[in-house]
């Protein structure tokens, strides 16, 4: 997922994700939603600055076939994403 870092950081004018991103996405969606979360969490620790409503709609943005996330929760950004 470190593909997408590009365009989920906040600020970011990339208008897409690389292809190599949504690869990364389809497999990591294969294994288990939840490890986007958990991705997205490790990028929170580490002080990463993301945009959530672009890192949520990765999948969707990707075409690939995923679960809604309904909420993320995290400390450093102290948000909830409801939809």
Known sequence: MMDCLDYVTSGSNT???E???????KVVVQLST?????????A??????????RAIALP??????????DS???TYYDTRIDG
């Open 44 to 53: 929170a620790n580490i002080k990463i600055d993301i945009n959530m409503t």
């Open 19 to 25: 292809e190599s991103c949504c690869e990364g996405i």
């Open 34 to 42: 939840s490890c986007i979360c958990e991705a997205l969490q490790k």
């Open 60 to 69: 969707t943005v990707c075409n690939v076939a995923a679960p809604r996330i």
């Open 15 to 17: 208008s897409k994700p």
């Open 72 to 74: 993320f929760h995290s």
